[in-house]
């Protein structure tokens, strides 16, 4: 089914270790961003990108990095997790960067860091 | 940066009752939307508004585009089971970063049969 992937679904990492959050999508859109969502705080842009080779920094970037080497795949990379990063990550992505019909949200990776 | 401040956070309703919400901002937005989530899901999009002033609806919800564009509300009317779930507006500018969409916090509705 076309749409935005991600996985894991779930995830329980330790203080300090590292992971990645992939995100796939398969609609040929430029645009994709990552969002970390917690009770009370909606939803929170951490990372964009417009297009393959570019990326730039969203509202709360640090203790994330991401890359684009193709169109399709967006991952998170958390280097070094800490607590604080305990959140529900959302990928979404849409054919331009402003666009709005056609701006899909994956189902969510649930990550707890202790 | 641009904050948008929603309400109520929470709401508590029977089922056949309307349902208010609404979203202000301290800046302007050149497009207002409404999404909601399911549990477990990701935001799907509901309405979007473009213009100061819009009224548009989606079935029972309606949504406003408030004249100062700084703000939106959205209804729900006969509220049904299936409507639970958290609410979010959005902003959106034009032009480059402000393209991005910026989110309120939510208001979380729960129905009771």
């Known amino acids: 089914n076309a749409g935005v992937t991600q996985t894991p679904k779930f995830q329980v990492l330790k203080t300090g270790q590292s992971m990645t959050l992939q995100c796939a999508q398969d609609?040929?859109?430029?645009?994709m961003s990552w969002y970390r969502q917690d009770p009370g705080m909606g939803l929170r842009l951490i990372h964009y990108s417009v297009g393959a080779g570019i990326t730039d920094q969203g509202e709360v970037p640090n203790g994330y990095n991401v890359s684009r080497s193709t169109t399709e795949d967006f991952p998170l990379r958390l280097l070094s997790a800490a607590p604080s990063q305990t959140s529900v990550y959302f990928c979404?992505?849409?054919?331009?960067?402003?666009?709005?019909?056609?701006?899909?949200f994956g189902s969510g990776t649930r990550l707890t860091v202790v | 940066g641009q904050q948008l401040n929603q309400s109520p956070q929470s709401m508590f309703i029977q089922e056949g009752e309307d349902v208010s919400m609404n979203c202000t901002s301290s800046?302007?937005?050149?497009?207002w939307l409404w999404y909601k989530q399911d549990p477990g899901e990701g935001p799907v999009l509901l309405i979007a508004?473009?213009?100061?002033?819009e009224l548009t609806s989606n079935g029972r919800l309606t949504a406003q585009f408030g004249i100062t564009r700084k703000d939106s509300f959205l209804n729900i009317s006969a509220s049904i089971p299936s409507d639970v779930g958290i609410y979010f507006c959005a902003g959106q500018n034009y032009g480059g970063s402000q393209g991005n969409l910026i989110f309120g916090k939510g208001t979380k509705l729960s129905v009771k049969p």
């Open positions: 609609m040929n859109h430029e645009y």
């Open positions: 800046s302007i937005f050149n497009t």
């Open positions: 979404a992505s849409s054919y331009r960067q402003g666009a709005i019909y056609g701006y899909t």
């Open positions: 508004l473009y213009k100061a002033g």
